[in-house]
């Protein structure tokens, strides 16, 4: 079963672009890689989804190398609303998040 | 607007009560999740459901049981609380397509205290 590993906590400034690393040694063949977004008092929240190399949205770029045994999750010029907990999931067969990240952005 | 909704957002009882935790989902989802969540630990799959009176362990269901007689509603049991159970319990629904490809929708969450 895929266990994830996350940096607990990260600091950022506005305007500045985050990079958050899960890693995932075990990932199954048919397991995807999905991250979460939650603030406080508030359940998560979907952000990005993907299987290998490369996906963007409005939000966010989620890269993943070819082992797949790892994916990071970029968020372009963060703002304060940013801050928030990350988390990554591999999910196949069952869901496993990780411990998450906790992102602060300061002024 | 999608919608996922549980029953308390704060919930209070003493260590033996039997505990009703209830999830309503609008999306006509098949698949939906009770998770626990605390600090440090991140989210922990308790039970999932992916029809109607089915139902599957996940990694910490000791202590807790469930109840899916209707797809909408999902429901966590605590049979006899103990304290170790408080917790904030989060609830999620996807849809049919393979529960690892689809986006989950969770509710506010419930923050539960036993005394």
């Known amino acids: 079963l895929a266990k994830t590993t996350q940096p607990i906590s990260m600091d950022s400034y506005e305007g500045q672009e985050v990079n958050i690393t899960c890693s995932h040694n075990n990932i199954a063949t048919n397991d995807y890689i999905t991250w979460y977004q939650q603030f406080p008092s508030q359940g998560p929240r979907f952000i990005i989804q993907?299987?290998?190399t490369k996906v963007t949205n409005e939000v966010a770029s989620l890269f993943i190398p070819a082992d797949r045994k790892s994916s990071t999750l970029s968020l372009p010029r963060v703002s304060l609303s940013d801050t928030a907990v990350y988390y990554c999931?591999?999910?196949?067969?069952?869901?496993?998040f990780g411990a998450g990240t906790r992102l602060t952005v300061k002024p | 607007d999608v919608k996922v909704t549980q029953s308390s957002r704060y919930l209070v009882k003493r260590t033996g009560e039997k505990v009703f935790l209830e999830c309503v989902q609008d999306?006509?989802?098949?698949?939906m999740f009770w998770y626990r969540q605390d600090p440090g630990l991140g989210l922990r799959l308790i039970y999932f459901?992916?029809?109607?009176?089915?139902?599957e362990k996940g990694d910490i269901p000791e202590g807790y049981s469930v109840s899916r007689e209707k797809k909408e509603r999902f429901s966590l049991i605590l049979e006899s609380a103990s304290t170790n159970q408080t917790s904030m319990y989060l609830c999620?629904?996807?849809?049919?397509?393979?529960?690892?490809?689809?986006?989950?929708?969770f509710g506010p969450g419930t923050r539960l205290t036993v005394l």
């Open positions: 459901s992916y029809d109607v009176k089915m139902k």
């Open positions: 999620a629904s996807t849809g049919r397509e393979g529960l690892g490809l689809n986006e989950q929708f």
């Open positions: 993907g299987y290998k």
């Open positions: 999931l591999v999910a196949g067969a069952l869901m496993r």
């Open positions: 999306m006509d989802h098949e698949n």
